[in-house]
Every structure is written in structure tokens, then in C-alpha cells.
């Protein structure tokens, strides 16, 4: 009888646990004048040098100041560096002019050689983003500025010594002479500072209000959280219960529900979803060193079917930049159209390869119905699928066994080409194809001036597109949803959430 | 008594160094490794070695093992590949809020699920074969899918619970309760199923015993028979029917621990395993193994105050 009456005391204790809402609000921490930014995954890492692109660097967005700030309509503006610019011509030399009176948070005096350090800082680094430093030889200061030397020309540094890439986050002699320190603090001279106190790795970030930053007008709000809600779904009705203020953990799926709900969708950034012929040598499957092969595989998809099954967000598309992104050359969408004849006459007969993808942004939903079309024509494609760990996916890549590769890319026209087409490191280019065509027009278009860096990306685009490199198949918007937040800014190809223009919107 | 705990503890050695050395197997058949991870996927072979050789990941499996297992004896977990942080503070922080949650969820599960077996069994007919509906159905529900409708039903259209998060019980104990009121439910559900149904089965055979008959003969009245002497006999089987679930709970628990964004060991090792940071991964695969290990040494205790025989040979 004693269990049973401790069974009672039990079941009473819970109900009263269910009862306790009639007495409490469940809006939880989210006040007024503060902001919770939901994410879809953790921070790769809180140091900059090591953590990636996209949505996951906000930690980063609010805590260090870059030198260049990127604003979300594409265009860049000044932070630390007031003004920038390249010397001389061919985009070898450039130069940055260091604002002065900046404190970093914890008060101390932000310096030229500070830069200069932290850039040095960032090259001995190894990280998901290095990549982006290539060809940079020398960092030195002179006065207030700071001039960036490299060996090879590269046309995107205000695009890299921006918040988009962290390499323009610069962080305090605190930070650099310890180094390990900055993986569990933040070091910069932001509008915020991490909370360590409310903070758990990997759960929430809290940022509270960097007392010493030099443009206090841009800290809007007293307090950012931001909370990791690993489920899209989740992350939506934490959306529509006001317990989070903006979703970046959005999908195009959702995006009606999100509307519908009365929150402002932003949708923009396109990426392009495409096959990556890599064994463009035909070292493996010996048929994709033929470019009437490539092409006539670009010919066997039908696009338009493709985008409209893979729903709502995605768009055809019959080159690797998307609309709206440099380099996009509207002519290039009637190169291959889509005709299954022509894709028999180019074949020639039976071609079979291997093509290895992931789950994610569509990518394995696209590589089955390109498979499904390419079928259409004798064509047979082996899908193999590694989920959602790119872990294995490098690993596969790297073993050049596979003959293409699904994945999606949404970097400049100058990145990809640097690192996935010319580059002989990437993963996603695995067999180090070689090219003069496309290596003269690679040479063009980084050294292009500023004046004609669209023809050169057009001339780039025009090459790839000729020679069949890829079989691109889909755009794909990126989102974000907001509810109670006004200063949204858009969301432009290249662009970067204007997170510090964001602001509480009157009465909510 | 004594000798049994003494048993089952020394017992649970091999099991954790087994289950140690087979994540460690399994994390290294896996393709790629947190070298990967911290690099990306674009980064040239000479960066790739010299951070695998600076995480210990060059050397052979056999020595990264034994050099994590004596830290382990010294009472050093290691450290967190990317953060740094000891694994064991990384760990302690999330153990509460996965106690938490399977806690709660194992009181709901023994009364909710106690209480309907009961109500089955007494009562039989329509009402039992109703109740192994439900409990069929308890069953079969998707934690994801029956989350998703307690979060739209409970949190966002009746604002009653907070859609996601955790709050510490000594932060503020009411809220504590409200954040963990629809994982509780979420996780319960097929638990109480599976409970309802032993109960039920467990007590409507001890109930059609002779000895039961006997007892209903003399006069002694139904709640005594049924609450002195039925439930008794009936016990030892859901108690370890009982167990399992618990160790359910654990696999439940990594799942709805993603769905409603709590910061326990379940969303650690989802992001641990994503990012190959094996000593992480060790400290949570050690902690559940010992979460398992004391869940069977309890079953293992009551089963032998319900019935001695069962635990002397």
C-alpha cells in the first residue's frame, strides 16, 4: 500500500506539472529588446579561422567587426577599414585605410598591426575558408593602412575581408596570443560580446552589448540570442509562438506556412544546383572525356519538369550562376534545350556512370530525376547517397570513383572557379581537370578591373557552359522568416543579412 | 543483496570497455574524420595531415584508444576537438537536462501506464480491448510526427508550453516543468503503450490463478486481493518489461531531444557524431553505457525485493 500511495504522490506531482501554464507565461526569455536569431545547426566553431560560411556565421556578424562590412543588397560599406581598394592594375596589390578611436570589447585600442597580425593570423591557420586567401603573399601596415600583396590575382577581396568569408574579422592581441581561448570566447571589436556566463556550446549564444563600439547607434537591440533548432518544422512554430524572432533555419517548403502565419519571408541567394562531370579526362568512365557526351547529357534533362518537382524555391536553370549572380548570361539557358533526340545522336550508345551525392538542399532528390531522364536516353547513372555526412562525401569524392557529383554552390562566380573549377585541391575536382580554354578565360577574369568583371564572368560562364563541365539543373533560393522585426533588408545573390540594421518593429 | 550490486558493477567494466572500443572502431570505419570537418572541403593534403597529425589522428587506432583509456582510468576524459572543453564539463552540463527528460518520462510512464493496465484488467470486455487499441496505437505513433502536433496544438495555438528550449530547475522550477511538459508527453507515449499492455496481460493472468480464487472464496474483498496480492505476483514481469523501456528511452530521447531543441546528451551526440569529435563522443557513449548500467542494476534490485528467487541461484 506504502508503493502505491508513493505512486499517487507521483502522478500528483506531474499533474501538477501540467497544470502550472495556468500560472505562468510561456513566451519565455524573449523581451522586447531582445533578438533570437534561430539557427539550423551549431557554429562549426566560435574562431573565426575555423568556422564556415553561411547562416552559422552570426555569431561571428555580431561579435567581431569586419573590415569590410557586406550589406544585403550585395554591395559592400565600411566598418574598420574606411576605404579599400585595388592598386595598380591585375588585382595583385590591395590596399585598406584603418578607422581610427576603435576599442574592441574589452576596451583596448584596435590597431593597424592588429590587422595585419590577425590576416597573418588567418594564413597560418588552416580552416573551411582558407582557400579564400589563396595567393596572398605579404600583409604589411603603413600608417593607417594596410596593403594586402598576393601572388596570383584574385578580384573578390572585399567579398573575403568581409563578414561573408571571417577573414575580415579582426581579432584582439587578447585573442591571438591565445589562441585556443578563441574557440570558447569571442575577441572582437563587434557590437556584442559572447556571454559566456548564459552561453551553451553547441544550445544557445547569448550576446550582450559591446560597451566600447564605435558606432553605438547599430546596437539595436540589448541582447541577441542565438538558439540552435535543429528541425525546420520546430524552428517555424517556435517562429509563430514569438519565442524566436527570426528563423534562419527556413526552407522553401515552409515558406507559405511562414507567410501565412503573418511573417515576412525573405527568399533570395540563389544557389545553383547541378551535376559536376568531373572525370572530364574520361580516366574512369572513359565516355565523359568525350564533350558530345557531356553535352548530350545536358541535352537528355528536362529542367523545367525537374525544378517544378523538386517544389516550391527552385527554378531551372542551364548554367552555373544563378540569375541576379555575376557571370549569369541569359543567352546561355538555350545552349542545351531539351531534346532527347539529339541526346541519342550525340551518345552514340550506352553510357554508364557513377555519381555520388547528399540529402541535403535537394541534392539526392535532383540526382534522381536527372537519373530518372538520362535512363530516357540509355544513359545509366549509379547513384550513391551519403546522407547528410560530408565527412564521407569528401572521402568519396576523393577516391575518384565517381564520375559526377550532385551538390549545390551558391559562392561567387570567381570563388567557384578558383577553388571547384581551376582549383586541384577541391574535392569537387577530383580529377584536377585542365583546360587552356578555360584556364585563359579563369586568367581573364581575375585579373579583369572592376569595370569588367562582369564580361569576364560572362566570357568564364560561356567557356564552362561550351565545354559541358556541368549538367546544371536547378537554382535554389536560401530563406529566412521574421516576425516583429523591421529593417529586414533583402536577401541578394552574394549578399549578407543585414543583421545590424535589424531593429524591434514599433509595437511589438 | 550486496553481492549483487557488487556483481552487476563489476560486470558493467567489460561492458563499458566493449562499448568504448567499438565506438572507437566504428568512428574510424567511418569515412572522413574531425580533421575533415575543421578543414572543409576544399584544403590541400599537406594542411589535412598536419591537423590530423596535431589531433593524434595520424597514429594507430590501437594508441589513440589506450592513450583515451588511460586518460579515462586518471579520470581525464580529453577534450573537445573543436572547443577544447573538457569532455567531462561538456558532458555535465547536458546530463541534467537529459535526466530531466527521462526522469519525468519514466514517472509518466509507471503511473500512466500502470494506471490504464490496471484498468484494463479489472475491468476487461469492451473497455480492455479499447485500451489495447490505444495502447496498439501509443505504440505506433512517430515521436517526430506526435511532437510536431503537440507543438502546434499545445504551444502555438493554446500558448501553453514554450515550443522549445530548457530551462534549469534551480533557474526557475515552474519554467523548468513547462519546458519539459511536451517532450515528456512526446517520449512517454509509446512507453506507456508498451507498460499499459504488460500491466494488463501480467494481472489478468494472475487474477484467472487459482490461489486469486481461493482468496475471492474466503471473502477477502476485491481491492485487497487485487492490491495485496495480484499486483505483487503480477510485478516482476513489467518491472522488466519496465527496464527495457527505460533503456528505450534512451535512443527515444536523442530524437526528441533534437525536436524540441534541448541542450541534453542526445543533441550532443548527433553534433558530435556529425563532426567526428570522438572524445565527446566517448564521454556521452560512456555516460548512456552507465545510464544502462544502473537502469538494469535497479530493475535487477527490485525484481529481487519482488521475488528473491529471481537474483539467488
Known amino acids: ?508 | 543483496m550486496a553481492r549483487l550490486v557488487g556483481g552487476r558493477v563489476l560486470w558493467s567494466l567489460p561492458l563499458l570497455l566493449a562499448l568504448s572500443a567499438l565506438t572507437f572502431v566504428l568512428a574510424w570505419l567511418t569515412p572522413g574524420d574531425a580533421a575533415r570537418t575543421i578543414l572543409g572541403t576544399n584544403t590541400d593534403p599537406v594542411a589535412y595531415a598536419e591537423v590530423r597529425a596535431r589531433l593524434g589522428l595520424d597514429r594507430p587506432l590501437v594508441e589513440q584508444y589506450w592513450h583515451w583509456l588511460t586518460g579515462v582510468v586518471r579520470g581525464d576524459l580529453g577534450g573537445s576537438v573543436f572547443t577544447g572543453e573538457p569532455v567531462s564539463a561538456i558532458v555535465g552540463d547536458r546530463l541534467p537536462v537529459t535526466l530531466s527528460l527521462l526522469g519525468l518520462s519514466a514517472l509518466v510512464i509507471a503511473a500512466v501506464g500502470t494506471g490504464i493496465g490496471l484498468v484494463g484488467a479489472l475491468r476487461g470486455g469492451l473497455a480492455g480491448r479499447l485500451l489495447d487499441g490505444v495502447a496498439v496505437v501509443g505504440m505506433s505513433v512517430p515521436a517526430p510526427w506526435l511532437g510536431l502536433v503537440l507543438i502546434v496544438v499545445f504551444a502555438v495555438d493554446l500558448a501553453l508550453f514554450p515550443v522549445t528550449g530548457y530551462v534549469a530547475f534551480a533557474d526557475a522550477p515552474a519554467d523548468w516543468a513547462l519546458s519539459l511538459v511536451l517532450p515528456v508527453v512526446c517520449l512517454s507515449v509509446g512507453g506507456i503503450a508498451v507498460v499499459a499492455k504488460q500491466v494488463r496481460g501480467a494481472l489478468a493472468d494472475v487474477l484467472g490463478r487459482g490461489y486469486i480464487r481461493a482468496l475471492r472464496a474466503n471473502g477477502m474483498p476485491t481491492r485487497s486481493v487485487v492490491f495485496r496480492h495480484a499486483t505483487r505476483n503480477a510485478a516482476l514481469p513489467v518491472v522488466n518489461v519496465f527496464g527495457v523501456v527505460l533503456i528505450g528511452l534512451l535512443g527515444g530521447s536523442i530524437v526528441v531531444e533534437q525536436l524540441f531543441a534541448l541542450p541534453g546528451l542526445g543533441q550532443l551526440t548527433v553534433t558530435a557524431t556529425a563532426q567526428h569529435d570522438l572524445p565527446v563522443l566517448e564521454g556521452v557513449v560512456l555516460c548512456f553505457t552507465i545510464l544502462v548500467v544502473v537502469v538494469n542494476l535497479v530493475t535487477d534490485v527490485i525484481s529481487g525485493k519482488l521475488t528473491p528467487r529471481a537474483v539467488t541461484p
Not at chain 1, 603603413?142 to 577573414?167: A, C, D, E, H
Not at chain 1, 537528355?300 to 519538369?305: N, Y
Not at chain 1, 560530408?390 to 569524392?397: G, S
Request: charged letters at 15%; one cysteine or more.
Open chain 1, 1 to 508: 500500500m506504502r508503493i502505491m500511495k508513493r505512486a499517487a504522490a507521483l502522478v500528483a506531482a506531474v499533474v501538477l506539472a501540467a497544470a502550472l501554464p495556468a500560472c505562468s507565461s510561456s513566451r519565455g526569455a524573449t523581451a522586447d529588446d531582445t533578438l533570437v536569431v534561430a539557427l539550423p545547426a551549431p557554429p562549426e566553431s566560435l574562431n573565426p579561422a575555423h568556422n564556415g560560411s553561411g547562416a552559422q556565421g552570426i555569431v561571428h556578424w555580431l561579435s567581431y567587426e569586419p573590415l569590410i562590412r557586406a550589406k544585403s543588397d550585395g554591395s559592400f560599406a565600411p566598418a574598420l577599414a574606411t576605404e579599400w581598394g585595388y592598386v595598380g592594375t591585375g588585382n595583385t596589390e590591395f590596399a585598406m585605410t584603418i578607422r581610427d578611436g576603435v576599442d574592441y570589447a574589452d576596451g583596448t585600442r584596435v590597431e593597424v598591426a592588429h590587422v595585419v597580425d590577425t590576416i597573418k593570423y588567418y594564413l597560418g591557420s588552416p580552416g573551411p575558408m582558407k582557400p579564400f586567401l589563396t595567393g596572398i603573399t605579404d600583409v604589411t601596415a603603413s600608417g593607417r593602412q594596410v596593403t594586402v600583396k598576393l601572388s596570383t590575382p584574385n578580384p573578390i577581396l572585399p567579398y573575403v575581408f568581409s563578414q561573408l568569408v571571417n577573414w575580415g574579422d579582426v581579432i584582439s592581441p587578447a585573442g591571438l596570443s591565445m589562441p585556443d581561448r578563441l574557440t570558447t570566447q569571442t575577441f572582437g571589436a563587434g557590437p556584442y560580446t559572447l556571454d559566456t556566463a548564459t552561453t551553451v556550446a553547441g544550445d544557445h549564444y547569448t550576446f550582450v552589448k559591446n560597451a566600447h563600439y564605435w558606432n553605438p547607434s547599430a546596437q539595436r537591440f540589448a541582447k541577441v540570442v542565438v538558439r540552435v533548432i535543429p528541425d525546420p518544422n520546430t524552428a517555424t512554430q517556435a517562429l509563430a509562438s514569438g519565442q524566436v524572432d527570426v528563423n534562419l533555419n527556413a526552407t522553401a517548403t515552409l515558406a507559405d506556412q511562414a507567410r501565412g502565419m503573418g511573417a515576412r519571408v525573405l527568399e533570395g541567394n540563389p544557389g545553383v544546383l547541378a551535376l559536376y562531370l568531373v572525370d572530364r579526362a574520361g580516366e574512369t568512365t572513359p565516355a565523359m572525356g568525350d564533350v558530345r557526351v557531356r553535352q548530350a547529357l545536358n541535352h537528355a534533362v528536362d529542367r523545367a519538369a525537374i525544378a517544378k518537382a523538386l517544389g516550391a524555391g527552385f527554378s531551372p536553370v542551364g548554367q552555373i550562376a544563378a540569375d541576379g549572380t555575376d557571370g549569369y548570361d541569359p543567352a546561355l539557358e538555350s545552349r542545351y534545350p531539351y531534346d532527347p533526340d539529339k541526346a541519342r545522336s550525340l551518345l552514340g550508345g550506352e553510357v554508364r556512370f557513377d555519381l555520388v551525392d547528399l540529402l541535403t538542399f535537394g541534392m539526392n532528390t535532383a540526382s534522381q530525376a536527372v537519373s530518372a531522364q538520362l535512363a530516357k536516353v540509355g544513359v545509366t547513372a549509379t547513384i550513391h547517397t551519403d546522407g547528410n555526412d560530408l565527412n564521407r562525401f569528401v572521402a568519396d569524392l576523393t577516391s575518384r570513383e565517381f564520375a559526377a557529383v550532385t551538390f549545390r554552390l551558391n559562392t561567387p562566380l570567381f570563388a567557384s572557379a578558383l577553388f571547384n573549377i581551376t582549383g586541384t585541391t577541391s574535392p569537387l575536382n577530383p580529377f584536377q581537370s585542365r583546360d587552356p580554354e578555360v584556364e585563359a578565360a579563369f586568367h581573364a577574369l581575375a585579373s579583369a578591373p572592376a569595370e569588367g568583371q562582369e564580361a569576364a564572368a560572362k566570357a568564364f560562364n560561356r567557356v564552362v557552359v561550351e565545354k559541358a563541365w556541368f549538367l546544371p539543373v536547378a537554382t535554389v533560393q536560401n530563406y529566412a522568416f521574421a516576425k516583429g522585426v523591421a529593417n529586414l533588408g533583402e536577401f541578394a545573390p552574394n549578399g549578407a543579412l543585414d543583421v545590424l540594421d535589424w531593429a524591434p518593429e514599433a509595437g511589438r
